[in-house]
C-alpha cells in the first residue's frame, strides 16, 4: 500500500486543509510524492527564473500561507523513482487526482489543463505536478 515519507508528509501539512484531506485519499491509492506545498519568497522566484513558475513572489498560490497549490508527482517503486519526462504517466496521475477531487467536491484546477474545457494540448504552459485550490467565494 502506498504511502507518504516524511519530506512528502512536512511539504503537505503546509497546504490548505482541503489540498491535505485530497492527497491524504490518493495516497491511499496512488504512489506519489509531494514535492511542494508553501513557496517561500526565494524559492519562489528560483521557480520563476528557472521557468518552473510563470509567478513571482508573492503572487503565486504556493505563496499564500496555508498553502493553496501543491505539487506532486507519481512515484514509482523502481529508480528513477520519479520520471519527469514520462508525459503519459502524469496525465493518468492529473485524471485520477481530478476524478478523487470531484468524488470529495474539492475544486482544483491543475497545471495540465489550466482552462478546465478537459482539452489537454490547448495549454500554453504545462505544470504537470501542479495542482491548485480554487475557493469558492
Known amino acids: 500500500m502506498p504511502f507518504f515519507n516524511k519530506s512528502s508528509i512536512d511539504n503537505l ?6 489540498l491535505q484531506r485530497l492527497f491524504n485519499e490518493v495516497i ?4 506519489c510524492k509531494v514535492i511542494c506545498g ?9 521557480a520563476y ?7 513571482k513572489y508573492p503572487d503565486s498560490k504556493h505563496n499564500k ?4 497549490a501543491v505539487d506532486v508527482v507519481p512515484y514509482f517503486k ?11 504517466k502524469f496525465y493518468e496521475f492529473g485524471g485520477y487526482v481530478q476524478a478523487v477531487a470531484n468524488i470529495f467536491i474539492i475544486n482544483i484546477r491543475w497545471g495540465g489543463n489550466w482552462d478546465s474545457d478537459d ?14 485550490l480554487i475557493l469558492s467565494l
Request: aromatic share 14%.
Open 65 to 68: 500561507i496555508p498553502s493553496l
Open 28 to 31: 491511499k491509492y496512488y504512489d
Open 13 to 18: 501539512v503546509t497546504c490548505h486543509t482541503e
Open 49 to 55: 527564473e528557472s521557468g518552473s513558475s510563470t509567478k
Open 78 to 88: 523502481n529508480e528513477p523513482h520519479i520520471r519527469w519526462n514520462d508525459k503519459n
Open 119 to 132: 482539452e489537454l494540448y490547448d495549454q500554453t504552459f504545462f505544470d504537470l505536478p501542479h495542482f491548485e
Open 38 to 46: 508553501y513557496r517561500n519568497e526565494i524559492d519562489q522566484n528560483k
